[in-house]
């Protein structure tokens, strides 16, 4: 079976998804009534959720794809993203803050590691099709 690159309107709702939940988040960090170092420990949350996040993705793929993942950095990539969801969640759980602006953070936070997974998803996915017809070119 032939692979066909990402279709260009999925490419374009796994963008979305992540400029849309990342900026959502931020936006709502920076209006926000609450001190700078809790703003700062939202912040580092997200940075960490996302790296996390495409951690997870790309040790996935390369298991599947039967490239070698060391156990300790497939382990510490599932282990990252659920500590940083636990984080923003005891987080949340002690802001003093209304409970629709701590659903606000927790869709803001879900919605750009979906993001984030699925644009990781998409580059791979594309980068292999590519090598792939690169690969049969120069055999041609």
């Known amino acids: 079976m032939k692979k066909e690159k990402t279709s260009l309107a999925f490419g374009f709702a796994s963008w979305a998804a992540l400029l849309l939940g990342m900026a959502g988040f931020l936006v709502g960090?920076?209006?926000?009534?609450?001190?700078?170092?809790?703003?700062?420990?939202?912040?580092?949350?997200?940075?960490?959720?996302?790296?996390?996040a495409v951690a997870v993705q790309k040790s996935v793929r390369d298991r599947i794809d039967g490239i070698p993942v060391s156990d300790i950095f497939y382990g510490i990539s599932w282990a990252s993203i659920v500590i940083s969801i636990v984080l923003l969640a005891i987080g949340l759980i002690n802001a003093e803050i209304l409970p629709s602006e701590k659903g606000f953070y927790a869709f803001g936070f879900i919605?750009?590691?979906?993001?984030?997974?699925?644009?990781?998803?998409n580059t791979r996915d594309n980068a292999d099709i590519e090598n792939k017809r690169e690969t049969q070119n120069s055999e041609s």
């Open 29 to 52: 960090l920076w209006r926000a009534e609450m001190l700078l170092s809790e703003k700062g420990y939202y912040f580092t949350i997200l940075l960490y959720g996302l790296f996390s």
């Open 111 to 121: 919605l750009a590691l979906f993001g984030a997974i699925s644009v990781q998803k």
